[in-house]
């Protein structure tokens, strides 16, 4: 008789609902995370790094991008975080093995490309284009992680490499980032494309021009809402919602403040927040 190995189901009873949940990117991409947790789950305390020294993680090598998700994974176990949130595609598509790996079930991990991949997956039934950059478009998981639940479906990537650097470089509506919003998004690869997947936390900070570019043509996919959610329901499922903090906090920690992020964090967070330099 052929025996099935029981996977063990991770045991978060040792962790408490009040304690924050701790969310990573290489920049401001991830705030976009941030700001859909805040709204869906107001009383949760928060913390944030932005490792802006070393963005794009995009453009670095996996081995590059495995060395900074696990000091900053680390840095945020050290932070007593109940749920660690890996708000970057790349980091994602790079890393998410050695992340695990490190939290070993200590808290609960949750990433930005399985929970969309996965509900794309059962919920489109046609041709999707995935816009991310060169890192994680290299990886292939989008098309990978989909592809496995629904084979039918037909999955285009695209690298978009300029994209991160001038949301950075803060030029959102702006006549440069129109134009490179419009080269890309006519490349051919996209050209019979349903539905539009923003694989890069970053890309929602241009919703406006994507939807302005396609109209009403093509869906696209808000991979904030998706993740926001996946984590609420973890957070039922292990008992560990916050539901009697009237003051939720939110820290914010930066391997480089820019003013970028300065800008971005206030406007979604408010202008009485604190941003702290911390290099790992």
Request: proline share 4%.
């Amino acid at each position: 008789m052929q025996k099935f190995l029981r996977l063990k189901t991770p045991d978060f009873s040792h962790l408490s609902a009040d304690q924050p949940i701790g969310i990573f990117d290489s920049g401001v991409g991830g705030l976009t995370i941030a700001k859909e947790i805040k709204r869906l789950l107001p009383q949760e305390n928060l913390i944030y790094f932005g490792d802006t020294k070393h963005l794009p993680y995009g453009e670095k090598s996996r081995e590059a991008i495995i060395g900074y998700s696990t000091k900053i994974t680390s840095f945020l176990l050290e932070k007593n975080c109940k749920a660690i949130v890996i708000a970057c595609n790349s980091a994602t598509a790079n890393a998410l093995k050695e992340v695990l790996e490190l939290v070993n079930q200590k808290v609960p991990v949750i990433d930005v490309i399985n929970p969309v991949a996965e509900k794309v997956s059962y919920e489109i039934h046609n041709n999707v284009g995935v816009i991310a950059t060169k890192a994680t478009v290299s990886s292939g998981l989008y098309r990978k992680t989909i592809r496995k639940h629904n084979k039918f479906i037909k999955v285009d990537e695209l690298a978009t490499p300029l994209l991160v650097p001038a949301i950075e470089e803060g030029f959102k509506n702006h006549p440069i980032t129109h134009a490179i919003v419009y080269n890309y998004l006519s490349n051919s690869k996209l050209k019979n494309i349903e539905t539009l997947i923003l694989g890069c936390t970053h890309y929602p900070l241009l919703l406006n021009e994507i939807k302005q570019f396609y109209g009403n043509r093509v869906r696209v996919i808000d991979s904030p809402s998706i993740v926001a959610n996946q984590l609420k329901v973890i957070l039922e499922k292990h008992r560990l919602l916050n539901k009697d903090n009237n003051e939720a906090t939110y820290q914010f920690y930066l391997s480089d403040i820019t003013k970028n992020f300065e800008k971005i964090s206030r406007k979604f967070f408010g202008n009485s927040i604190d941003l702290e330099l911390k290099v790992l």
